[in-house]
């Protein structure tokens, strides 16, 4: 077997993990990089040449969910490659692609992604993949995006467990490393660990979970009449979080516009059935024309809580509503990783940060779509890999060694490029 972490070492985004035997090869992810604070994108692997290249050969990708940095290379994939996604990660990143389309001069590009995601495979949790002689199982996690997915991969010598980006502090993680151990670990044993260490550089932060952060958000809406809120449009467990601190607070419409109450729908479809937090069932829409005049009437008398997203139509929105509104009555939370609003950062967003500027009062309120220093430690126990632990999706993946982890496990930490048991592992660094 051959392991090659192509993009991941020593960088969060443009994930790419490679795993092939003699017969078959398969790409696990194949992301874009992470864009600069101005949006621009340094990607080597972004152009038709370098993704045949890449992908000659493989049988099929299969994706840990639908973020950008895991799938957003997907388009440049030849049609003779397989690609699989979530059964419902493909309805958002489908009904993402059409909003997409609406961008001057994106109308074709977007309609031919639209073709590719239609024709992708789907798969759901714990239902067994056939991919040559590898097997791979879906295992369903907690993740900032819904419908993300561990893979347990198997070939007749070989056992891996590829994480994906997962948490253990969200709604959808309870009783998470239980049923690892009895879904994917019981009477196996793991070989390789590849997870991610996203928080690797943060391993002393305290975390928040989101049932924490729905009280908080519930103490703010009490305290500002007008909440408007700038946080990721797809990440289910979050809007949970300020869909259910309106709820409760009472009386405020929950206003967004179509693109976000069409998610909401997809996420009551689906998760809604299972559990009445992921039920959207009333929010009201508005458009860049205008918001309908009853419903600002409510708004103005009861005060409201809108998402909204760093763009030039809500620019506009906010223009046409700020004067009818009292500013020590409004506020906005920034519901995202506070680097990018950070003028003193490399990882500053130029658009998300003078966004915020137009907002008379600013709250952080935030909690990370990753796993905590502590979870990273009890899944790494709980698996207890045989061979090797390759940790990716990090800028500090050394740190691994910092963790209080078993101390056999620390020496079985692979940072770099090496073979063992019939297994060659080869990392590329960046």
Partial sequence: MKI???????????????????STRILI?????????????DDDFANQKAVNKLTKDVNAILYTHYHGDHIGLF?????????????????????????LS?????????????????RMKTYNSLSKTKVGDITITPFFVSHSAYDAYMFLIETDKTKILHTGDFRGHGYLSKNFLENLEKRILK?????????????????TEKVMTENELQNETIKLMKQYKNVFIMSSSTDMERLASFFSANKKIGKKPFVCDEFQQDILGIFTETAGKKSNIFNFHKTYSFNWRGINPKLFTWMKNEGFTMMVRASD?????????????KEEETLLIFSMWKEYINPKSKHKNKTYYNFTKLFPKVKQLHTSGHASARCLVDVCNLVNP??????????????????PINEELKDKIITSSTSFNNIEIKITKS
């Fill in 75 to 99: 388009h440049l994939v030849p049609d003779t490659v397989e690609q699989y996604i979530g059964e419902v990660a493909k309805k958002v990143v489908l009904r993402k692609h059409q909003q």
């Fill in 313 to 325: 139509k809500f620019e506009k929105i906010i223009k046409s509503i700020k004067p009818e509104i």
């Fill in 29 to 41: 992810d194949f992301g874009q990089n992470l864009p600069d604070g101005e949006g621009n994108i």
């Fill in 386 to 403: 045989t061979n090797g632990i390759i940790p990716i999706h990090s800028e500090y993946s050394d740190n691994y060694r910092k963790l």
């Fill in 187 to 203: 009477n196996k044993t793991i070989d390789l660990l590849i997870t991610e260490g996203t928080m690797l550089s943060r391993l």
């Fill in 4 to 22: 090659t972490i192509h993009r991941g070492i020593d960088q969060i985004g443009g994930s790419i993990t490679e795993i092939a035997t003699d």
């Fill in 102 to 118: 609406f961008i001057k001069d994106r109308k074709t590009q977007s309609l031919q992604e639209i073709s590719i995601i239609e």
